[in-house]
């Protein structure tokens, strides 16, 4: 290995000072040497971008004037970008020492890993994860695997569906072939978007439990507010109708409405269902053009429809029902 620049780290941020020093401090302390590290500020308010010139001379900023979402942004970066691989990070996490040469490590073992997924426990309590790379269910929707759940029994290092774009690296020629964030999402889901995508040509993503990274988990989008919301409910039916294969789509649809039909009652009670329909109905008004994107992408796959079914989860849904019976969060 060269001293060429190997790794390329792409931080997004917004209004995000108060997370950044930690951050930035930790990645300053990678035993990994051979990468650079963009921010890309999407029209902070908060002097973000004249401290961090000031604090970390080492970091590239590029600050924009308004906020134009996670995926321009990050696709912003990657276009600047130096490295073989693109690692992103929130600016709300702390990694450890070795989290750049583990993730580093594992893409070299195979040129068909196009991404690898960190271990993302809570910044409060590294003992409970937030993510161990994601999972897509069947009734087509994504989510966080382990989430919640004890961080030491997820210590296998193992292929999964996908990565939580809070802490992931991906293969630079992979992006090349596929493309790197759809914009369209502007911000949440558009990770399992990618991860779709990537699966269908062909790729593999593999979880490596001692890639760790320390999150907040939501501090910039906030969790349960009224754009997190939107945002999700929108996005589901993007990363679904998107990439999905039609006869797998025949075969999950049922599934489908009644994940859609638990999130509305959820709504109602909650009071949000003018989001929930303003989201469903901007994802019907740009349906044609998601079907446009839809067609290059199953043109692509190079995967087997079985091999494609078996990645899936079939629990997710059953959770969701037993949750709803609860009357808990959904």
């Known amino acids: 290995m060269g001293p060429e620049i190997q790794v390329s ?5 917004w209004n995000g000072r108060c997370h950044l020093e930690e951050c930035l401090h930790s990645l300053g302390r990678q035993t990994f040497k051979y990468f650079e590290t963009i921010l890309i500020d999407n029209g902070s308010k908060d002097d973000s971008v004249l401290w961090i010139r000031k604090a970390f001379p080492w970091v590239k900023v590029v600050g924009l004037h308004e906020n134009t979402g996670f995926c321009y942004a990050n696709n912003l970066g990657y276009a600047i970008s130096k ?3 693109v690692a992103l990070l929130n600016n709300d996490t702390r990694v450890e020492p070795g989290w750049l040469f583990c993730l580093y490590s594992q893409m070299r073992k195979d040129e068909r890993i196009g991404i690898c997924a960190s271990r993302i426990v809570r910044y409060d309590d590294e003992n409970i994860l937030d993510a161990a790379g994601d999972g897509y269910d069947l009734s087509g929707v994504g989510f966080r695997r382990g989430y919640g759940k004890w ?3 997820y210590k296998q290092n ?4 996908g990565a939580c774009a809070a802490a992931a690296m991906y293969r630079k020629s992979m992006l090349e ?5 759809d914009e369209d999402f502007f911000a949440v889901g558009e990770d399992i978007d990618l991860s779709f995508r990537a699966k269908m040509a062909g790729y593999r993503c593999v979880y490596v439990p001692d890639a760790i990274v320390h999150h907040k988990v939501s501090a910039t989008i906030g969790v349960g507010s009224d754009f997190q919301i939107y945002q999700s409910r929108r996005n589901v039916e993007y990363v679904y109708f998107k ?3 039609f006869v797998l789509i025949l075969l999950s649809f049922p599934m489908h409405l009644l994940y859609n039909l638990l999130t509305f009652a959820h709504a109602l009670r909650q009071g949000r269902v003018p989001v929930f329909l303003k989201a469903k109905g901007d994802f019907l008004i740009n349906f044609m053009k998601v079907c446009k994107k839809r067609k290059a992408i199953q043109v692509r796959r190079k995967i087997s429809l079985n091999e494609l079914l078996s990645s899936f ?5 059953f959770k969701r029902c037993k949750s709803a019976l609860g009357k808990k969060c959904l």
């Open 151 to 153: 961080a030491d029994h």
């Open 9 to 13: 780290v792409i931080i997004v941020n």
């Open 177 to 181: 072939k596929i493309g790197f964030f």
């Open 83 to 85: 490295g073989r691989f």
């Open 243 to 245: 990439n999905m294969p």
């Open 313 to 317: 989860s079939n629990e997710y849904l």
């Open 158 to 161: 193992r292929e999964v569906f």
